[in-house]
T-cell receptor
Framework: EAQVTQNPRYLITVTGKKLTVTCSQN?????MSWYRQDPGLGLRQIYY???????DKGDVPEGYKVSRKEKRNFPLILESPSPNQTSLYFC??????????????FGNGTRLTVT | GQNIDQPTEMTATEGAIVQINCTYQ??????LFWYQQHAGEAPTFLSY????GLEEKGRFSSFLSRSKGYSYLLLKELQMKDSASYLC???????????FGKGTMLLVSP
């Protein structure tokens, strides 16, 4: 089944403790992206990647890192999480090779709480 | 940059028709997407418009007017399961620039 898989689904951590949220897609998509979703603010892009070893900042990259060593994986790293990074996170991918109307395929989300 | 406006909340009755509007200002335009998102779940793709006019897909239709910077999503024969948030997203120039509106929460009542 074609899907984007994020792990974990829920995570509670403490300020400053490094964490990684994994994202993997099995559709051979070139483009992958991370979003955070907060009440009243909607979905905001954190980082995106157009292909292996190519990453770039989105609208809210501060406090986050990403890597794209393989096409299928795009982990999100919080080196020193803070409470303002408490949010619902979504990974998404799309086939860059298809026309511009390729929709994003989203993972099921990771609800992160930083205390 | 992009600026996207949608109503925050709407309510409607089962079996009725509802129209969710989206207005946008953008420096480049390569299409507009509508997504549906149930509470706590991932957004799922509903429709894409890049040319002016109406695109129909079963109970859902989406309309675009590029000159007015305006789109709407029309939901017919509403069902309880249509209670969800509806996200308008505008694609700018390049693959990075998909900007989402804040979403419209639709509540369908019996």
């Amino acid at each position: 089944e074609a899907q984007v898989t994020q792990n974990p689904r829920y995570l509670i951590t403490v300020t400053g403790k490094k964490l990684t949220v994994t994202c993997s897609q099995n559709m051979n998509h070139e483009y992958m992206s991370w979003y955070r979703q907060d009440p009243g603010l909607g979905l905001r892009q954190i980082y995106y990647s157009m292909n292996v070893e190519v990453t770039d900042k989105g609208d809210v990259p501060e406090g986050y890192k990403v890597s794209r060593k393989e096409k299928r994986n795009f982990p999100l790293i919080l080196e020193s999480p803070s409470p303002n990074q408490t949010s619902l996170y979504f990974c998404a991918s799309t086939d860059r090779g298809t026309a511009l109307n390729s929709p994003l395929h989203f993972g099921n989300g990771t609800r992160l709480t930083v205390t | 940059g992009q600026n996207i406006d949608q109503p925050t909340e709407m309510t409607a009755t089962e079996g009725a028709i509802v129209q969710i509007n989206c207005t946008y200002q953008t420096s480049g335009f390569n299409g507009l997407f509508w997504y549906q998102q149930h509470a706590g779940e991932a957004p799922t793709f509903l429709s894409y418009n890049v040319l002016d006019g109406l695109e129909e897909k079963g109970r859902f239709s989406s309309f675009l007017s590029r000159s007015k910077g305006y789109s709407y999503l029309l939901l017919k024969e509403l069902q309880m399961k249509d209670s969800a948030s509806y996200l308008c997203a505008v694609k700018g120039v390049g693959y990075s620039t998909l900007t989402f509106g804040k979403g419209t929460m639709l509540l369908v009542s019996p």
